[in-house]
């Protein structure tokens, strides 16, 4: 489903990525864990096509098609997810006006039917309720004034209504509450099946005790340098990244 070759990436003339190889098959949960700084966002923002993240080097392969070719909303319609991608705040447009746009635009690339308002509603009220939101929610201006909790739920929501074939989520730099942590996981693991494949990446491998991994990735300066199954992950809880050396480290 996802194969990435060679990937070399730079933001503002930095060189974040270095030589990253991964290989993603539908239905597989991989994790990526690894020190701060590794480059592991910028791994979301340059699948994900975000302004100002650039390929300098190698391919990417998204079902069968050349992901690097697409902009944003192609690659969103092509069945890609990326939990923060949506704009911070659009105040004046509901959430549930937005979110009917971009499951729609998906369904029209798909060859299916638009949802009518009515049919999206019900959906949309269904997700509410999965993730714990009241339904004003829905009536809510994109974003407008929601808490941290409150925008990781909102998420996983937009997440559960897209039905991506492939969700990238980022929890690396989020001081997840255990309550929002356990909104992430069931999330994922509602939506979890045969063809639809995740990246989770997370600093902390508490979340990973509840979304039991595939594959543990280790991302260190740029690329890859480890990967296991789910007890790599115990592994690094138990010995942090020292291993890796000072050449890979910013942080021992
Ligand atoms: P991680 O998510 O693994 O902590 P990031 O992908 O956020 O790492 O960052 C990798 C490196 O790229 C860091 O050194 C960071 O400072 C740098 N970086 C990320 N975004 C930018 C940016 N917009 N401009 C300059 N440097 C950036
Ligand atoms: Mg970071
Ligand atoms: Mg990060």
């Known amino acids: 489903m996802l194969t990435i070759k060679n990937l070399h990436a730079s933001v503002e003339d930095k060189t974040i990525l270095q030589g990253l190889d991964l290989e993603i098959k539908p239905g597989e949960v991989h ?37 690097l070719d697409m902009d944003v909303e192609e690659r969103a319609r092509e069945g890609l997810f990326l939990a923060f991608q949506y704009p911070v ?15 729609n635009a998906v369904r029209e690339q798909q060859g299916e039917e638009a949802y009518t308002s009515a049919e999206f509603l019900k959906k949309a009220k269904e997700a509410c309720k999965q993730v714990h939101l009241p339904l004003d929610f829905l009536k809510r201006g994109v974003n407008e004034g929601f808490s941290g909790g409150e925008k990781k739920r909102n998420e996983i929501m937009q997440m559960i209504l897209m039905q991506p074939s492939l969700c990238i989520l980022d929890e690396s730099d989020s001081g997840l509450d255990v309550d929002a942590l356990q909104v992430v996981a069931d999330g994922v693991n509602s939506q979890r099946n045969s063809e639809r494949s995740f990246i989770v990446v997370t600093h902390y491998q508490r979340l990973l005790d509840y979304i039991e991994p595939d594959y543990v990735h280790i991302l260190a300066k740029g690329k890859i340098v480890k990967s296991g199954d789910a007890s790599l992950a115990k592994e690094v809880e138990a010995s942090g990244y020292a291993w890796l050396g000072d050449k890979n480290t910013e942080e021992a």
């Open 31 to 67: 994790a990526i864990m690894g020190p701060n700084g590794a480059g592991k966002s910028t791994l979301g923002y340059v699948l994900s096509g975000r302004d100002g993240y650039e390929v300098d080097q190698g391919s990417v392969e998204f079902n069968g098609k050349d992901l």
């Open 89 to 103: 705040e659009i105040p004046g447009v509901s959430n549930m006006e937005f979110m009917k746009e971009a499951v």
